[in-house]
């Protein structure tokens, strides 16, 4: 029992790392209609960024805020410089953030080299929580807080703000959106580097739990895909179930059958898929 | 105010806008009909910048529109008021109207408008504000649309079809409003079907006939002219 407990919880925090990654892919597809397949790198990039701080002493907490500032800059620059132009353009968009994500990958093995890094748990949350005689480290409760946080602020965003209300009004009909006065390039351009800055977050906050190697990249790409699918296109409280539901049962089955884990996952896609094809929380479409 | 100057306007290779010239002053409402398909919409999507003319001119208050992107085009002060009125499902009355919210910039002693105002002019919409866009009737619908519109503090009002698939009773409340609005000091162009409320709204009256403007004057002269009613409107006497 104790050890199916910690299991669970190390589940749910892979899940609320998911979480933070996949929601900002889905958040760009939903807004903005494109599927972003340098995301994952963006997430690879960030635990790099702050790994090079860290190893300058600065302090985790300060290197993971620089990481995150820095890979929405990122986002912000890309999204300006290239994404912009190819809005509605499916096949150019895939070629580009497929491309993006090659050289980004590259000029990373290139900077950091192709060995195996982690991140440090920050001291202050290196011990664990005992009860009874289950033995929680404090860090995945952390990371499962701070992804609970994350929901927390955006059905605030969504639900409360005018930033939240534009955005689902430019889901709705952009072009009457932009007939109101709403400059909704600047929008997305918000979207897309805020996006960025949760792949980065998430990728700092892996790093004690997942680390950093060569190919994660991809690896996450697609676990954030499948989540995306399985939470429904565009939906952020879908991707929060999704997440943890891919979390949680990749990490029990990892230790159930250990041959078959990645197998489960598909598995999950495909059942939610047979029953509900616009996934958990997907829009119906026509 | 508003002048259009041989606008030519395409979709893909089919010609649609075959240089279409008016303007409408400052405090008037200006009338356009014509059949469907006659390129009425058309003409409200290219001033607003939502479709981009090929040739000719736009300016509004002696600024060129034709090169700005739409969001420009409204923060001028020009409002749009879409024909199948465009609510967003996903937000409620009350987000429709306060998501475009803009303060009003022309300091001409014009009306301010925010939300207790449209309220007041729409007290049906305050019963309803926390209802989805799409919970509310036609009629309703239209009159968020005018909100929406108005909450942008526009000078100009593009409206394009209000009366569609409304009933008579609500048609006559709509024509009121837009005597109202004109009276509160908008420039208007409103696109219609229904001569009737054009006429009681507009103080001039265009004609439309594929992409071409072929007949302009007054609601009186309109009205006597059954030959025109008949050939560019498919009124039968
Ligand atoms: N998005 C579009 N793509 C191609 N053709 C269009 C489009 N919108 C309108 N048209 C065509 O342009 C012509 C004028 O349409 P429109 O301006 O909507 O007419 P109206 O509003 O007077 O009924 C019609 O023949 C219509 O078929
Ligand atoms: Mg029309």
């Known amino acids: 029992m104790s050890i199916f407990l910690a299991q669970l919880l190390t589940g749910l925090a892979y899940g609320m790392l998911y979480f933070m990654i996949a929601v900002g892919l889905t958040i760009i597809l939903g807004v903005m209609n494109v599927v972003n397949l340098a995301h994952g790198t963006l997430f690879m990039l960030g635990a790099y960024i702050a790994f090079t701080f860290i190893n300058d002493e600065v302090n985790f907490w300060a290197a993971l805020l620089l990481a995150v500032l820095l890979t929405a800059v990122l986002g912000l620059v890309l999204e300006k410089l290239l994404i912009k132009r190819i809005y509605g353009k499916e096949l150019e968009q895939v070629l580009l953030t497929f491309g993006l994500s090659f050289i980004i990958a590259d000029a990373i093995e290139w900077i950091w080299g192709t060995e195996m890094h982690t991140l440090p748990v920050p001291g202050l949350l290196s011990g664990s929580l005992s009860i009874g005689s289950t033995a929680f480290p404090l860090y995945r409760l952390f990371v499962v807080f701070i992804g609970c946080l994350l929901a927390l602020l955006l059905w605030y965003l969504e639900t409360k703000t005018r930033v939240g209300a534009i955005i689902r009004a430019g889901v709705d009909d952009r072009a009457m959106v932009s007939a109101l006065g709403i400059n909704v390039g600047l929008v997305f351009t918000g979207v897309f580097a805020f996006g960025a800055a949760l792949a980065g977050l998430s990728g700092v906050l892996g790093g004690p739990l997942i680390g950093m190697y060569t190919g994660m990249d991809s690896e996450i790409l697609v676990t954030s895909l499948i989540v995306v699918v399985i939470g429904g296109l565009g939906s952020w409280k879908g991707s929060f179930i999704g997440a943890i539901a891919i979390g949680v049962i990749e990490t029990l089955g990892k230790v159930w059958f250990p041959s078959l884990s990645m197998l489960t996952v598909f598995l999950i896609m495909m059942i939610v898929l047979i029953i509900r094809p616009q996934g958990l929380f997907g829009r119906e479409v026509a | ?237």
């Open chain 2, 1 to 237: 105010m508003l002048e259009l100057q041989d606008v030519h306007s395409y979709y893909g290779t089919s010609y649609i806008l075959q240089g279409v010239t008016f303007s409408v002053l400052k405090g008037k409402c200006v009338a356009l009909l014509g059949r469907n398909g006659a390129g009425k919409t058309t003409t409200i999507h290219t001033i607003a910048g939502l479709h981009k003319a090929k040739r000719g001119s736009i300016r509004f208050k002696n600024r060129p529109l034709e090169s700005l992107p739409p969001h420009q085009i409204s923060r001028l002060g020009i409002g749009l008021v879409p024909q199948g009125r465009r609510i967003f499902p996903s937000l409620t009355v009350k987000e429709n109207l306060t998501m475009p919210a803009r303060k009003r910039k022309a300091d001409d002693g014009g009306i301010n408008w925010d939300l207790e105002k449209i309220y007041e002019l729409f007290p049906v919409l305050k019963e309803r504000e926390n209802n989805f866009g799409t919970q509310l009737s036609g009629g309703q619908q239209q009159m968020l649309a005018i909100g929406r519109a108005l909450m942008t503090n526009p000078e100009f009002l593009l409206m394009d079809e209000p009366s569609e698939g409304l009933a008579p009773v609500i048609i006559d409340q709509i024509g009121e409003i837009i005597v109202q609005l004109k009276e509160a000091g908008l420039s208007i162009l409103i696109v219609e079907q229904n001569i009737a409320l054009a006429c009681k709204a507009a103080d001039e009256i265009l004609i439309m006939n594929k992409g071409k403007i072929v007949w302009s004057g007054s609601p009186d002269g309109l009205m006597a002219n059954e030959g025109i009613q008949h050939k560019y409107l498919g009124v039968s006497s």
